[in-house]
């Protein structure tokens, strides 16, 4: 019996007790050479149960049966353990995009110690400003540099539209160009709100809403044939007799930089006069252009606006 245990998969742990405690109700039973009384009923019980023990018997065998496979997870395993021979992928290195000042793309690739390096071997270091920079070498940028706007050359007269930020809110705009080539200038305004009226010396953009013989709300733009110093000199001569000034220097997409003087306290006092002047004067070539603005102190602050946006679109004509 030991040795048929061993030989089976009976022999394995846990499963000789199955089998010991399907075979022990077998050592009571009554077999052939005892002197029993004969007993039909005692046959039938004796088939019953060994029927019950060959169905047990099968039972632990199949349970030993499937003891013996092995677990999921190592046949998983074995599945990704990659076959004797067979050729794994080289590991791709990181790589990165940089753009030259001219645009031309530079393909640089990490080092893994903050640094990147070109195709000659030249090594960058990456700053917080997106700049990529090796010694003397020229720097390389992280974005492509912005293509330059195109140069849109309108006709005078000519309308369209624009989209400007006024009081926190974008408003469309609906410009007319103008250009004058007598004074040297051109630029937008608004001819919804505004109308042009030109004179041999000044173009002017009054107020639609003002009297034409006597506006309230204009802009004023002349020709000065003194350099931007002497003439803002002569301005403040001559506004110095009723306002108390304020000089300083505004800025303009176009023109760049230019003298500023505003007049808008009445001289000697702290009060604000009736009528508002804002005047900036701005270099053009062996001259200057004097942008005037005329303001009704009620409606100035709006107005003020506008013109500022017309002025921004000032530029330079060569002459």
């Not at 400003?129 to 293509?147: C, F, I, Q």
């Not at 001569?237 to 303009?252: I, K």
């Amino acid at each position: 019996m030991q040795q048929l245990l061993q030989r089976s998969p009976l022999g394995k742990p846990g499963c000789a007790a199955g089998f010991l405690i399907c075979v022990k109700p077998l050592v009571f039973l009554p077999c052939e050479g005892y002197n029993l009384p004969h007993n039909r009923k005692l046959e039938e019980a004796m088939k019953k149960i060994s029927l019950l023990f060959v169905l047990s018997l099968a039972l632990v065998l199949l349970l030993c049966a499937c003891g013996n496979r092995p677990a999921a997870d190592s046949e998983a395993s074995a599945a990704e353990t990659p076959e004797a021979g067979t050729v794994q992928e080289p590991q791709v290195p990181n790589t990165m995009t940089a753009y030259r000042a001219d645009g031309s793309a530079v393909t640089l690739e990490d080092c893994g110690d903050g640094t990147w390096k070109d195709a000659d071997g030249l090594r960058y270091t990456l700053g917080e400003d997106g700049v990529l920079r090796a010694g003397d070498a020229d720097a390389l940028y992280t974005e492509a540099p912005s293509a330059p706007e195109e140069e849109i050359i309108r006709q005078d007269g000519e309308r369209f539209e624009d989209v400007i930020l006024l009081e926190g809110m974008e408003e469309t705009v609906h410009y007319e160009h103008l250009r004058n080539e007598a004074l040297g200038f051109e630029m937008d305004y608004d001819y919804e709100f505004f109308a042009r009226i030109t004179d041999a010396d000044r173009e002017r953009i009054v107020s639609v809403w003002d009297e034409p013989g006597k506006p309230e709300n204009y802009l004023d733009i002349t020709r000065s044939g003194e350099d931007a110093e002497t003439t803002a000199a002569a301005i403040v001569e001559e506004l110095s007799q009723e306002y108390d000034l304020y000089r300083d220097t505004r800025e303009f997409d176009r023109v760049g930089s230019c003298i500023y003087i505003e007049a808008s306290v009445i001289k000697g006092t702290n009060l604000m006069p009736e009528h508002l002047q804002m005047v900036y004067i701005i270099p053009a070539g062996e001259g200057c252009l004097v942008a005037r603005i005329h303001l009704f102190i009620t409606e100035s602050e709006g107005f003020s606006r506008r013109f500022a946006y017309m002025l921004n679109t000032l530029s330079v004509m060569d002459r």
